[in-house]
T-cell receptor, first 109, second 114 residues
Framework: TQLLEQSPQFLSIQEGENLTVYCNSS?????LQWYRQEPGEGPVLLVT?????EVKKLKRLTFQFGDARKDSSLHITAAQPGDTGLYLC?????????FGPGTRLSVLP | NAGVTQTPKFQVLKTGQSMTLQCAQD?????MSWYRQDPGMGLRLIHY???????DQGEVPNGYNVSRSTTEDFPLRLLSAAPSQTSVYFC?????????????FGPGTRLTVT
């Protein structure tokens, strides 16, 4: 059974701070996606990483895929209240997906 | 493009009733899937399809049926609703990538079974 763990589970920070959230597994994935979900809405795709060691940047967000394709991190620089939400990672293996439980981020003004 | 659309947005059923959750996509994606999201459990895959006429089970398929007669539509059927099926249901469509897929989600259907 493929499992994904995310840490921390909850994070509350002040506007302007930096943060990193983690997504870990003992399994290898062909790709990994990060999503942000707001209350009452569906997850919105932020990024897909495919190659081990890959780093992708999306404005203030930096995503990294581990060399062994088992883990990933999301770093946010100078967090803003608009970054508040549930951050989900999802591992893809063939035709299947497994989701982590999420990191709930709150950025206070 | 509307992306992935789901109807209804909210539904209340009595135990034993049946219903179909509708899902449609206009991105011409071959891959489509259904998830349920429960507090503390994350998103769990119910069924998926890699093309018209092809479906397969995910992690939690019991109590649900699917069919895929067209590329655009992927309905989820609850045959005899149970309180344990109270959840938020998300449909997604997937773009093929090297070795896998990248998914895009609909807005969800919140289902309550009493």
């Amino acid at each position: 059974t493929q499992l994904l763990e995310q840490s921390p589970q909850f994070l509350s920070i002040q506007e302007g701070e930096n943060l990193t959230v983690y997504c870990n597994s003992s399994s290898v994935f062909s790709s990994l996606q990060w999503y942000r979900q707001e209350p009452g809405e569906g997850p919105v795709l932020l990024v897909t990483v495919v190659t081990g060691g890959e780093v992708k940047k999306l404005k203030r967000l930096t995503f990294q895929f581990g060399d062994a394709r088992k883990d990933s991190s999301l770093h946010i620089t100078a967090a803003q209240p608009g970054d508040t939400g549930l951050y989900l990672c999802a591992g893809n293996y063939g035709q299947n997906f497994v989701f982590g439980p999420g990191t709930r981020l709150s950025v206070l003004p | 493009n509307a992306g992935v659309t789901q109807t209804p947005k909210f539904q209340v059923l009595k135990t034993g009733q049946s219903m179909t959750l509708q899902c449609a996509q206009d991105m011409n994606h071959e891959y489509m899937s259904w998830y349920r999201q429960d507090p503390g459990m994350g998103l769990r895959l119910i069924h998926y399809s890699v093309g018209a006429g092809i479906t397969d089970q995910g992690e939690v398929p019991n109590g649900y049926n699917v069919s895929r007669s067209t590329t655009e539509d992927f309905p989820l059927r609850l045959l005899s609703a149970a309180p344990s099926q109270t959840s938020v249901y998300f449909c997604a469509s997937g773009r093929a990538l090297l070795g896998g897929y990248e998914q895009y989600f609909g807005p969800g259907t919140r289902l309550t079974v009493t």
